[in-house]
């Protein structure tokens, strides 16, 4: 059970693709126009219920509750790119003695 | 009595809601034919340089340093021929308050909506100018909302965008995020006309007259640091504001002779709305795929008449790789100690290889750089792109196809500069406003009106309009 005031995330779907704009490609057109907003719980809930949320702005926003405190899922990436590496040791190298050479 | 909120509805009632959210009689404007009254529209509803820097200085924006990059003018000069290699200037905007040159343009949209007794300010953008009107809004006690295109239909979402979102919620604003579509507009009104909050638009004057400021910066820094007017300013462009913004300053300042050069990212090839693409390019603006539908139609924006009109000011327009820019941030914090960008170090990519063909006394300036930091800076972006299957590896960066391999230059001596016909897009520009105007008939108005708004003179525009079968009278 998620209480009644906590910070969450909600999702929705804004169109369906049925209700989509005619003038779409081709992959865009078979997929829903999805919506996340986040805000307070209005009252208690489990995830995946139908709820209504008011935001950090006041607004009152229903969808279908999917996270609880949720945080932010990025950085400098999962996957390290060596090849950034050679980009400067080769600069170096054509730089050489710097500005006075 | 509640509102159809229907697409067709809310579309419908577009003009309306903007009237409202951003308070602009554009009709005032008209003309009869193709063209309206651009001067008198920026006159009169947009404010005056001296009012811009006065509320920039109260909001601690502008005013940047302009930096010499003189080891990489030193590595230019070793690849051109001699007697060439421009000195490159960077302007280094990732010092005003949230990071970038887009504080400019949001400082005025929220000193407006402030004045005119607006209770909050939202904005439709991904990129920095969210992060911008939230820092701005934070400063005025304005509410705020950002409206992104931030998912494909996985969830996954672009790093740059995540981060944005990150930075936007932490000044405070409300954040809703999207799936990717051009339907973000019609979500974007639904709330513009749920809040009555003020629309900081790109488009809107205030959009536009907040970066006059920059160009005008730069000529009086380079009048004090050099004694003379740069002899190119070189931009990014993407929906034209930072163009014509810059070149406007420029005037202002007095500085007549300054090449404006405009700089983006080539993503040709890839669908800006389509879902699969989304996550296959690594520059979510500052490339051609803005830039080039801005230049042929800016009034594609979200108001009537759009206050950055590209084909105005740009002298040339450029267009660079994306394995290009990769390469010159990293040199920018190996050779310069800046770590910034990526994508607002577009146009130092460029310049890097325009400086190439200038003579080594004269002065090229990059007008921006940008804050880096997690899901933004280099790193994260390749390593989003190998993630997402796109081949990244050393080369020559003409070979590089987007959203199938981002290409590093194998050499610094490879980076190049691709011109694009600034004629050709004039001519469909032209076209456009022939056929979104539906006219047979062009008047003198008209005619001068597209003289000024394409940079060209009277034969050039008779030309078109004849290619085109419009009569003039």
Redesign the interface.
């Known amino acids: 059970m998620i209480k009644k005031g906590e910070w969450v995330q909600i999702h929705d779907i804004v169109l369906k693709p049925e209700e989509r704009s005619p003038h779409l490609p081709e992959d865009t057109k078979k997929v829903p126009l999805e919506m996340w907003v986040k805000g307070f719980l209005n009252s208690d809930a489990d995830l995946g219920d139908m709820v209504e949320i008011t935001t950090i702005t006041g607004r009152k926003v229903k969808g279908t509750l999917v996270e609880v405190n949720p945080t932010f899922k990025y950085g400098f990436g999962e996957t390290f790119v060596p090849e950034v590496l050679k980009i400067g040791i080769d600069l170096r190298k054509i730089v050489g003695g710097g500005l006075n050479e | 009595m509640s509102n159809d909120m229907?697409?067709n509805a809310v579309m419908g009632r577009k003009n309306e809601i903007m009237k409202k959210a951003v308070g602009i009689d554009y009709e005032n404007y008209e003309f009869s034919g193709i063209g309206f009254d651009y001067e008198r529209m920026m006159r009169e509803t947009g404010y005056s340089l001296q009012e811009v820097q006065d509320v920039q200085r109260a909001s601690g924006v502008g005013n940047t340093p302009l930096i010499e990059l003189?080891?990489l003018t030193?590595?230019a000069r070793?690849f051109a021929p001699k007697g060439k290699g421009a000195r490159i200037f960077v302007k280094d905007e990732s010092c005003n308050p949230s990071g970038s040159f887009k504080d400019r343009r949001a400082s005025i949209s929220a000193h407006n909506a402030k004045v005119k007794g607006y209770k909050?300010i939202a904005a439709a953008t991904s990129g920095n100018y969210g992060a911008a009107v939230a820092s701005q809004a934070a400063m005025k006690n304005l509410?705020?909302?950002i409206v992104q295109e931030?998912?494909d239909?996985r969830?996954v979402?672009q790093?740059e965008i995540?981060?944005k979102?990150?930075k936007c919620?932490c000044y405070?604003?409300?954040?809703?995020?999207?799936?990717?579509?051009?339907?973000l507009f019609?979500?974007y009104l639904r709330i513009l006309e749920?809040?009555g909050y003020f629309n900081a638009s790109l488009y809107t004057p205030f959009g536009v007259v907040g970066i006059e400021t920059l160009g005008y910066e730069v000529a009086m820094q380079c009048r004090e640091m050099l004694g003379k007017d740069p002899d190119a300013v070189i931009v990014t462009h993407a929906g034209g504001g930072n163009v014509t913004g810059t070149a406007r300053g420029l005037i202002k300042a007095g500085a007549s002779d300054t090449e404006v050069i405009g700089a983006s990212v080539d993503l040709s090839g890839l669908?800006m709305?389509?879902?699969?693409?989304f996550n296959r390019k690594s520059f979510t603006t500052g490339h051609t795929g803005f830039g080039i539908p801005f230049a042929t139609w800016p009034d594609r924006s979200d108001v009537p008449r759009s206050a950055a009109r590209p084909l105005r000011y740009l002298d040339r327009y450029v267009t660079i790789k994306q394995g290009e820019v990769f390469?010159i941030t990293?040199?920018l914090?190996?050779?310069e100690g800046l770590e910034r960008g990526p994508a607002g170090n577009t146009s130092l990519t460029a310049a890097f290889a325009l400086a190439q063909e200038m003579d080594e006394d004269k002065v090229i300036v990059v007008q921006e750089t940008e804050y880096t930091g997690?899901?933004k800076?280099?790193?994260?972006?390749?390593?989003?792109a190998?993630?997402n299957g796109i081949e990244?590896?050393?080369g020559n960066p003409d070979d590089e196809v987007p959203g199938e391999s981002i290409i590093?230059p194998e050499?610094?001596s490879l980076i190049k500069a691709r011109d694009v016909d600034l004629n050709k897009l004039k001519n469909s520009y032209i076209k456009n406003c022939v056929k979104n105007n539906d006219v047979e008939i062009a008047t003198d108005d008209d005619v001068k009106f597209l003289m000024e708004d394409t940079k060209s003179d009277k034969q050039f525009v008779l030309n078109s309009l004849n290619n085109l079968n419009v009569r003039v009278y």
Not at chain 2, 172 to 183: F, K, Y
Not at chain 2, 377 to 384: G, M, N, W
């Open positions: 229907s697409f003189k080891n030193a590595l070793k909050g509410k705020c909302i931030c998912y239909s969830k979402g790093p995540l981060e979102d990150r919620e405070g604003a409300e954040v809703i995020q999207l799936t990717v579509g051009p339907e019609y979500a749920e809040t669908h709305a389509s879902d699969r693409d390469y990293e040199a914090a190996q050779l997690a899901g800076h280099i790193l994260p972006q390749l390593s989003f190998r993630e990244i590896k050393f590093l050499h610094p």
